[in-house]
């Protein structure tokens, strides 16, 4: 079955920065684009950023561009979002997701929070 398990998340400084991991078993790897999303304590959840299935093209929404990228290893069957200065609204909770046969699969998530 498709398993996403987050890792990597914490507590940082203002300005500081972050690599949170997700590690996939279960589908073809490759052939899914892969997302990462993220949820603040009270807000919807929303797209972070998502990368095709080769790692060749990204999308970033606009509060986090510049300053976060997105990757993946095929190999191992990971990916990865380095989140660079970082900022108090980045606190929220990181998840991983795919859709696989129409279906979006998530992770636990993984807490990280910006604060001074």
């Known amino acids: 079955q498709v398993q996403l398990v987050e890792s990597g998340g914490g507590l940082v400084q203002p300005g500081e920065s972050l690599r949170v991991s997700c590690a996939a078993s279960g589908f073809s790897f490759s052939r899914y684009f892969m997302t990462w999303y993220r949820q603040a304590s009270g807000k919807e959840r929303e797209l972070v950023a998502r990368i095709t299935p080769s790692g060749s093209g990204t999308n970033y929404a606009d509060s986090v561009k510049g300053r976060f990228t997105i990757s993946r290893d095929n190999a191992k069957n990971t990916v990865s979002l380095q989140m660079n200065s970082l900022k108090p609204e980045d606190t929220a909770v990181y998840y991983c997701?795919?859709?696989?046969?129409?279906?979006?699969?998530w992770g636990q998530g993984t807490q990280v929070t910006v604060s001074s």
């Open positions: 997701n795919v859709k696989y046969s129409l279906v979006d699969y």
